[in-house]
């Protein structure tokens, strides 16, 4: 499978601690975006990385929460001292900007968290 | 910041018939406008989009129109199979980078 990749697919964790996610995203996209989604919304934008940048984070990106993408390949997005409302779908997507089509960015199938 | 609207949030049509959901936008200065489909469990997949210098485009049973002038666009499903039903949703995006979504259309094709 060559698309966007994200892991683990699903993650309990007790409010407090700290979890981690990992996206991969389509090798020749040089841009990787986060998204949540909760229940019976649509996707909501978080932050994204053009190369290994990030360029903009939204103000939905409290300072628990922190993504990296070191060497402007994979991702990592990591949430610390999880509350009960982080619990969601947090879903990756890439594209590439220097395609003849820029804007059309792929999704992962997501990763669900669910904080008790 | 961007504001998508979408409408219906439910929708149930025979097999055969069409299928039309509609999304207005807030912001002007959007230019291109994303349709995703999600089945349950799967990940949101890119069925088709129009830029705004473009008032509709089609491919084979799907096609969206765009107003700029109203703000709204929509998407058309004609002869809808079982395999339509999805959750659907609008995007827009002001940027090359931002999209801003929709809450969702559930389409079920009943049999």
């Known amino acids: 499978d060559t698309g966007v990749s994200q892991d683990p697919r699903h993650k309990i964790t007790k409010r407090g601690q700290n979890v981690t996610f990992r996206c991969d995203p389509i090798?020749?996209?040089?841009?990787l975006y986060w998204y949540r989604q909760t229940l019976g919304q649509g996707p909501e934008f978080l932050t994204y990385?053009?190369?290994?940048?990030?360029?903009?984070k939204s103000r939905l990106l409290s300072d628990r929460f922190s993504a990296e993408r070191p060497k402007g390949s994979f991702s990592t997005l990591e949430i610390q001292r999880t509350e009960q409302g982080d619990s969601a779908m947090y879903l990756c997507?890439?594209?590439?900007?220097?395609?003849?089509?820029?804007?059309?960015?792929?999704f992962g199938p997501g990763t669900r968290l669910t904080v008790t | 910041g961007e504001n998508v609207e979408q409408h219906p949030s439910t929708l149930s049509v025979q097999e055969g018939d069409s299928a039309v959901i509609k999304c207005t936008y807030s912001?002007?200065?959007?230019?291109?406008f994303p349709w995703y489909k999600q089945e349950l469990g799967k990940r949101p997949q890119l069925i088709i989009d129009?830029?705004?210098?473009?008032g509709e485009k089609k491919d084979q049973r799907i096609a969206v129109t765009l107003n700029k002038t109203a703000k709204h666009f929509s998407l058309h499903i004609t002869e809808t199979q079982p395999e339509d039903s999805a959750v659907y949703f609008c995007?827009?995006?002001?940027?090359?980078?931002?999209?801003?979504f929709g809450a969702g259309t559930t389409v079920t094709v009943r049999a």
């Open positions: 997507a890439s594209s590439n900007a220097q395609a003849f089509q820029p804007y059309e960015q792929y």
């Open positions: 129009i830029r705004s210098n473009v």
């Open positions: 990385f053009q190369n290994e940048a990030q360029l903009e």
């Open positions: 090798s020749e996209h040089n841009r």
């Open positions: 912001d002007s200065a959007s230019n291109y």
């Open positions: 995007a827009a995006s002001s940027t090359d980078y931002k999209l801003s």
